[in-house]
């Protein structure tokens, strides 16, 4: 069973059918329209807003850095099996094996190539996750993607590693940034996942980087460094993946709940999360649809308080204070919220290690 955001498909359905064994309480027009309009403002924004960032190439590919990503299949492919089938290149990963260096270049040298693609894809007019780990990619996330996502970057790890041993400082600082930049594109509206990638990713990257900054002249360090705060600069606050959250799962809960007109102005993505939703929904005799109207409606607001404390300093006493103010909402809540705290504190990881690299 995949585990979608916060709960499992098959938590979801039980969750439902509970609700509707044990709740009879159906929403007046107001409530539900309030519900729907929240939820389809929520889903369609994370859709449909264009993730807009600067671009440090001179010339740009068009569309969005997802919709490339998922057209390099083949790429991808070379990138990911390259890696999976070198054992000098895992002895490596292991420890300081110097002759597996040797080799695993040696391995990893007919896919530099591919790798060149890939981070090509870092001048594409738009970031934004790729379909599969995207937000509302509920119904086609798979791990492929991800996957890849690490492996480009371990890849390009050892690639400037390489330039690096050849003396070329400003080759090696070249593969760091466009490999940084294309982390943050894929965390773009991803999902909890997607950003956990794309943290990876920069962990894996970021100690050669600093190496290749260090090795640069001080002018071309200099531009560098500018280049890489423009990268933090632009990578996504935590509450966006949060709120994401809150949006994602209830569409895939409740989506069956939205009329015509609000499933209209949904976007590809959040129109397949309500189909699958309805899918669900049939698990629950016709006479009790409405009784689930309580676990979704507390599902929704419970995750829209814990949002909202997203948006204050981890440890803080203004999100302690949202939370206390929000508990009467969170307790409501059927289901018990997943705890967010572990996967804030990987992707703040990853931040803070893109502004000690970014640092003058």
């Not at 895992?90 to 420890?95: E, S």
């Not at 190539?113 to 007019?125: G, N, Y």
């Not at 738009?126 to 995207?134: E, V």
Request: aromatic share 4%; net charge neutral.
């Amino acid at each position: 069973m995949q585990t979608f955001g916060r709960w499992s498909l098959q938590c979801l359905v039980l969750g439902l059918a509970l609700s509707a064994a044990s709740c009879h309480s159906k929403p007046n027009a107001g409530e539900l329209a309030r519900f729907r309009g929240e939820l389809t403002s929520g889903a369609e924004a994370l859709e449909q807003t264009p993730r807009v960032r600067p671009l440090t190439a001179t010339s740009k590919l068009p569309g969005s850095f997802g919709e490339g990503f998922e057209a390099k299949g083949a790429e991808r492919s070379v990138v990911t099996r390259a890696l999976d089938r070198s054992k000098p290149c895992l002895r490596v990963m292991d420890g300081n094996d110097e002759a597996a260096k040797v080799l695993c270049e040696s391995d990893l040298a007919p896919s530099k190539p591919a790798v060149d693609a890939m981070l090509s894809l870092s001048a594409s007019e738009l970031g934004g996750a790729p379909r599969s780990a995207h937000a509302l990619g509920l119904l086609s996330s798979t791990e492929a993607p991800l996957k890849d996502l690490v492996a480009l970057c371990t890849h390009a790890a050892f690639d400037v590693h390489v330039e690096l041993r050849g003396k070329r400082a400003n080759a090696g600082a070249s593969i760091c940034l466009r490999g940084l930049e294309v982390a943050r594109d894929f965390s773009m509206g991803a999902s909890l996942a997607g950003a956990a990638a794309s943290a990876t990713c920069v962990a894996t990257l970021a100690p050669v980087c600093a190496r290749a900054l260090s090795a640069l002249p001080e002018g071309d360090r200099a531009a560098a460094k500018r280049e890489l705060q423009s990268v933090v600069d632009t990578l996504p606050p935590f509450h966006d993946y949060a709120e994401a959250e809150a949006y994602s799962v209830s569409l895939f809960a409740c989506g069956a709940m939205l009329e015509p007109a609000s499933r209209a102005r949904l976007g590809p993505l959040g129109r397949a999360v309500v189909a699958e939703a309805e899918k669900s929904a049939k698990s629950i005799p016709a006479n009790e649809a409405w009784m689930q109207w309580p676990l979704c409606r507390d599902g929704l607001a419970a995750s829209q308080v814990v949002a909202r404390a997203f948006h204050e300093p981890r440890g803080s006493a203004a999100r302690a204070k949202v939370l206390a103010e929000g508990k009467a909402t969170i307790d409501r809540a059927t289901i018990p919220m997943m705890d967010l705290a572990p996967h804030e504190e990987r992707f703040e990881s990853a931040r803070a290690s893109l502004r000690t690299l970014a640092r003058p």
